[in-house]
């Protein structure tokens, strides 16, 4: 193999000499990468001609040579000229050059035929050359191997390779007389899983070959560290990988090189704190370690980027402490730095506008104003700074419920992110988006925003676990508003935890919580989603806008378990204006209420009302100005319109209760939502029970639709106190006593005498078949009256 191997390299250097010696041409240029064996070809043809090698900058003169010329081109020469007299016949010129040096003159002298050039594909070896000395099978495996190059041919084709010389070979003969630029282009095209485009005339395809990865990648770093401990080279080779769009390397060797002022003006120019939307959280991390600890402390880039960084791993007291450390705890008065152009830069006042998202405040009407002042700062072209400000703006918006004006400030925000490139912040407002028309009952607009939202996540050049885990609940809550719970209850079993440790801003946990606990209770447990509430109360324990979604929440899952007083006794203790004396006593304030909190309390307060006093004098009145409210989301809407037909029913108004009822189904359905109403379970069975409500719904296809769909989703057609004979009282005493009411404290409640409840108590008693309290709890729990 050895012999046929020298043999075929000898044939192939004797064919390019005889070419070079009988071109018609007077000028061959030998323009091929380091390595293709040009100056060996040169060496070789000087000693057949008995003629020197010129090897200079500059060409030689006209009285300096005879009849041939043999010009060795240095590798570091940028520009040479061919002269003009060098084209006249009776003269040999032959030159070897590198792709990057360029030879004034050569193109006219192709034109006019007086010069041809032999590339780096006219040096390698053919197929079909190959196949002469190796045979076929032989000479494929070769040409994968070697792209044809004949010194690995030569050391290939042998029956051992010495994997060490080709290492010191490439090191020392090739890549050594590579620009440090080259040496990086190169570098990337042996990573890239395809010859890179831009690196065609710089990097032979041999060099991507397989077969030789490992050993180029050996000598490749060989060579990239002995330049990178030369630090007047780093600050090329960092511009090197950054003009092929590896930025992180092109930080990292600077800062490993301790060119930190560098690296810094290198991470600003990429962005700053927006590097992470662009290259993602582990390129993030990564680069934002390689700064010193002092460096960091003292510029605004560097520490609002270790802010964001903090904020997106959901640790917003840390991103706190980090301004604090750095400008003082006026850093974290947000009007402040807002209104103090003379002490914080535009850029700082625009990352601390964004920190709101994240932070336990009350959004003002204040506030807004100085974020909307804050955007003439910026030229209409600083999309990302544009982008941003309206981002932040655009969760004053929906905390206050105004979604008609979030969905503006979402499209404007929108826009310029797009114009920026960058799909993974137009994937957060796609997000926002959805979980509007979400909680505004809208489905099948939320399902298109949830379309969107997928296409910029596949557009994403980077993996980013979190924010697809933000996809995946997204998509299981509008499958769960079509009626699919298994989604989302997949989500809740796998992702939950690593979820609820992460990124969080308080529409978005607002979004988790409501989602999450009805599912778990509808189609696990209250237990279930009691736990569920508790890992979120744990650990958003510091944030007051939280605990009280989580103690709502957590009331709404007790009342649907029929546990009444204890979620009234929760309620109770929540500390808020908004308490069952203010509701019991308010119709025109529900209509006025504007802050989302206290909506929340003030709604979950009239369900509780409706449920144990639906006789009680201006119920209905209260319950049409709480709907009327427009702050209220279109979700609450829908449960309130089934409580004001609830009350209609049990006030003996038919016509009023399937009025209101047909006309909530028939929202629900052209919504493409069923979530809401799925969770007033407790009065839609009574309501769809009977049967002059449900009749008359039947003749609506619409609300024919919502009621299938209903029961599809486990609504049965009656109260499981009527399923085991109870009445409506017995049922209701029944919870209540399951709950540690005493008599007098019934008696009370209900608007009855001691004596009554004692009566009543006695025929519920029977039918159960027990004879005191505990038994009849017990009973209860079997027959599934009660959890």
């Not at 180029?216 to 002995?226: P, S």
Request: proline share 3%.
């Amino acid at each position: 193999m050895a012999d046929t191997s020298h043999e075929a390299i000898d044939i192939r250097r004797d064919d390019l000499l005889r070419r070079i010696a009988t071109a018609a041409e007077p000028i061959v240029v030998l323009d091929a990468v380091a390595g293709m064996g040009k100056s060996t070809l040169l060496s070789q043809l000087a000693s057949k001609l008995q003629c020197p090698i010129w090897r200079s900058v500059l060409p030689p003169g006209e009285d300096t040579f005879g009849e041939v010329l043999l010009w060795d081109v240095p590798s570091d020469v940028h520009e040479a000229e061919v002269a003009a007299g060098w084209q006249d016949g009776g003269r040999r010129v032959v030159i070897a050059k590198r792709p990057r040096t360029r030879l004034l003159g050569l193109d006219r002298a192709i034109a006019y035929g007086k010069a041809f050039c032999l590339g780096t594909d006219d040096l390698c070896f053919s197929l079909d050359e190959l196949e002469t000395s190796y045979g076929k099978t032989e000479a494929a495996r070769l040409l994968a191997e070697t792209g044809g190059w004949p010194f690995l041919v030569g050391l290939l084709g042998r029956q051992s390779r010495d994997e060490a010389a080709v290492i010191r070979f490439l090191a020392d003969d090739v890549l050594r007389e590579m620009a440090d630029s080259e040496l990086v282009q190169l570098s990337l095209a042996q990573q890239a899983p395809k010859p890179l485009a831009s690196a065609e005339e710089a990097v032979p395809a041999y060099l991507q070959a397989t077969g030789i990865g490992g050993v180029l990648a050996a000598a490749l770093d060989m060579v990239l560290a002995e330049r990178l401990k030369d630090s007047a080279r780093v600050p090329v080779i960092s511009a090197a990988y950054s003009a092929h769009g590896m930025q992180t390397e092109a930080i990292l060797v600077l800062q490993r090189a301790g060119l930190h002022e560098l690296a810094v003006r290198a991470f600003v120019a990429a962005f700053g704190r927006y590097y992470i939307f662009f290259h993602g959280s582990e390129a993030f991390d990564r680069v934002l370690a390689g700064f010193p600890a002092e460096l960091a402390a003292q510029n605004e880039g560097i520490v609002t980027a270790l802010a964001m960084q903090a904020l997106k791993r959901g640790e917003v007291l840390r991103a706190q402490r980090l301004l604090a450390d750095c400008y003082g705890s006026r850093a974290n008065n947000v009007l402040k730095v807002l209104s103090d152009r003379a002490a914080f830069s535009a850029a700082f006042r625009s990352f601390r506008l964004v920190m709101l998202i994240y932070e336990d405040v009350v959004l003002g009407d204040d506030l807004l104003e100085q974020s909307t002042t804050l955007l003439s700062e910026f030229p209409l072209d600083a999309d990302l700074e544009r982008g941003s400000i309206y981002n932040s703006i655009l969760e004053f918006y929906i905390r206050r419920r105004r979604f008609a004006v979030a969905q503006d400030i979402a499209d404007r925000a929108l826009f310029h992110y797009e114009r920026a490139g960058v799909p993974l912040l137009c994937f957060y407002i796609n997000l926002h988006q959805a979980m509007m028309h979400l909680m505004s009952g809208d489905a099948v607009r939320a399902r298109k925003n949830a379309v969107d939202a997928a296409e910029q996540m596949s557009r994403v050049p980077f993996d980013s676990p979190m924010d697809k885990r933000l996809l995946a609940l997204l998509e299981a809550c509008v499958e769960y508003e079509d009626g699919k719970p298994e989604p989302l209850a997949r989500f809740l079993t796998s992702e939950m935890d690593d979820f609820s440790h992460g990124e969080i801003w308080p529409s978005l946990i607002e979004f988790a919580l409501q989602y999450g606990s009805q599912a778990l209770s509808e189609h696990f447990s209250m237990i279930a989603a009691r736990g569920f509430l508790d890992r979120w109360r744990a650990y958003q324990v510091y944030n007051r806008q939280f605990r009280l979604m989580i103690e709502v929440r957590d009331a709404v899952i007790l009342q649907n378990g029929n546990r009444w007083q204890e979620a009234a006794e929760k309620l109770a203790s929540v500390q808020a204006r908004i308490n069952r004396t203010w509701v019991e006593a308010a119709v025109d304030e529900l209509t006025r209420l504007q802050d989302r909190d206290e909506i929340a309390l003030a709604v979950v307060w009239l369900r509780h009302i409706v449920f144990e006093m639906p006789g009680r004098v201006h119920l209905d009145r209260q319950l049409s100005a709480m709907a009327s409210n427009l702050n209220l989301t279109g979700r609450q809407r829908l449960c309130i319109e089934v409580w004001q037909a609830y009350v209609a029913r049990r006030r003996r108004n038919l016509t009023s209760a399937r009025s209101i009822l047909q006309k909530t189904f028939e929202n629900a359905a052209r919504l493409g939502t069923i979530a809401p109403l799925s969770e007033e379970r407790q009065f839609l069975r009574e309501l769809t029970g009977d049967r002059r409500i449900s009749d008359f719904l039947q003749t609506t296809p619409t609300a024919q639709q919502i009621m299938r769909r209903l029961r599809d989703t486990g609504l049965p057609n009656t109260t499981l106190g009527e399923k085991n004979g109870l009445t409506r009282r017995e049922t209701r005493l029944l919870l209540m006593i399951a709950e540690g009411a005493s008599n007098k404290f019934i008696a009370h409640a209900l608007g009855l005498s001691e004596a009554t409840v004692k009566f009543h108590l006695g025929n519920l008693y029977r039918k159960l078949g027990c004879g005191r309290r505990r038994e009849a709890i017990t009973a209860a729990k079997a027959l599934g009256v009660i959890s």
